[in-house]
């Protein structure tokens, strides 16, 4: 974040973030049930159009309404990643806790297992995943969720080992609490504002890593659109029509940054300041 | 140090044996019969049985294991490739040395370009220079590979005609045009990592700055250049060695795209292939090396790390 002296200057830039992350979402999944916009309607008079007020993002090679497209195709896209994220959220989490009262040989085990799935680059996993389930909505969203649920677990670990050693787990220790319980009555309390602002920045690597994989073709498969095969429809005729996969690239790196700054802002907002 | 050594690297043997075995696991637990993938639904059932019993795909999962990766430590063989119709071993030695020339160059535009601008912006904090760096850093760790591969290939190779829009010329055979046709690929992969390393470097400057020794040392009177370059430089190189570690693992990754965007036949593109036409070998092959350079690359970075600072080789 950047850094400023004026203390009302950053709370209008905070609002401002926040509100254009919230706009951007609101527009991407209400806009489509007022609409009239069709984003597999074709219209062979009227091929690569460039932008007009009838197209706002002109059309692609076969007609279609590329500002349609790219509506629609951030619904899909975003419903991938709110649910990959979701799954490495269900599978992480645990995970991420679990060394914490396990017995000692299992946690140690889980950490490693984590630990192992960190080694391979996130997009690599995530490819020969979808290369070895095939592509399909249902598989992108288990091999983007296997991606993030190692990533989760780190944080969740990380953060939950910090608080275990504050003095109010001593205590309840001291009550007789055991380990599941406090694992869950009193650290998940406590890493929540961490873990709410891990989920934010997963959401932003979650549709970064969508778009890239429909954008390679292995992803959501055309007709129906989502972000990443829109550019990739705009890529094969980027000499004669940029504006395709330039204006829909812009607003996925657009909406990313803007979810990247709530993260963030929410950073900011819930955990303590540091001295 | 001996003592350290000894210990990273007999765990790092033992890491990598766990490793092969999820990696191994991985690709077993996927549905479907690779012979059958291969051959096609209609094939006859006894080339199917044939095909899997040449391949010893009929024995017990762990023989497999063990066949498969005492192959492969022994004699260097990584299995073979059913689609390429050719020995993954093979496949590698003519493929790999493309990538590595793709991701030395992104690494080195990583390190020369983020490391100093980290280092600009955190003795400017507050700055001109700092804001910049910020607010670039924060543009580009949004925009996936693929989209700055996109807007480059545009500007540089179809509005400019700098670069060629694809295709690959080896840097040993003629290292200018080499170096060219690497440059788009390059500077795409690395625009996501820069941002990160800048930031890291800023960060861990930050944090040194804050330490009682360098107000000791300006009070000292200690000439500018060299409290930044030998005060402040060498306890800040802890973080950011092992950013620039996990970087370089990382930028193998980017690699996929880079080389499947700008038609590179290395490992990246290989491995592309090998999840669209579900070449499991392959994929089991590139998930163990994968795996292992990034093990590999973390304990080199650890070793560099207990050369630097002492404190880190007690066990």
Redesign the interface.
Known sequence: ???YNNIQLKKIIRFVILGMTLLFTIVILVYPIFSTLDPFVMDMQNILSPPTSRHWFGTDIYGRDVFARVIFGGRVTLAIAASAVGLGLFLGLPLGLLPLWAPKWLGEVVR??VD?ML??????LA??L?????PGERNLVIALGLVRAPRIALVCHNTGRKVMEETFIEAARSFGAGGLHIATKHVLPNILPVLIVQVIFQL?SGI?AE??LS????GVMPPKPSWGNV?ADG?NV??VA?WI??LA?SI??MF??F???TGDVLTDMLTPKRK | MLKYLFWRLSGLLL?LL??SF?SFC??EL?PGDPVITMLGEAAAWQDIERLRIELGLNKPFLVRYYNWITNAVVHGDLGYSLLMNQPITELFKTRIPRTAWLALLSFLLTIFIGIPSGILAALY??GLI??LV??VS??F???????VA??L??IFA?QLRWFPVAGYIAPTSHFIEGIRSLCLPALSISTMYIAYIARMTRAAILETLTQDFVVAAQAKGVTRARLVFLHIMKPSLVPILTAGGLVL??????T??SE?MFVIPGIGRL??D???K???FV?QA??LF??SI??VINVIVDICLAVIDPRIRII
């Open positions: 974040m950047l850094k490693r297992l192992m080694a391979w680059p996130g997009i690599f490819l020969a979808m290369g070895l389930l095939g932003g970064t778009t890239a954008f390679l073709g292995v550019v890529k980027l000499q940029p996969s330039l690239g996925i790196i990313v940054l979810i990247n700054l | 890491t766990g490793l999820v991985l690709i996927v904090a507050g700092d804001r910020m607010t924060t543009v760790l949004a925009t996936p590979i693929f989209l996109l807007f290939m545009w179809v693992a990382e930028l193998l990754g980017g996929i795209v499947t491995t592309f090998a999840a669209v579900k070449d499991v994929l590139m998930l994968m795996g990034y093990y």
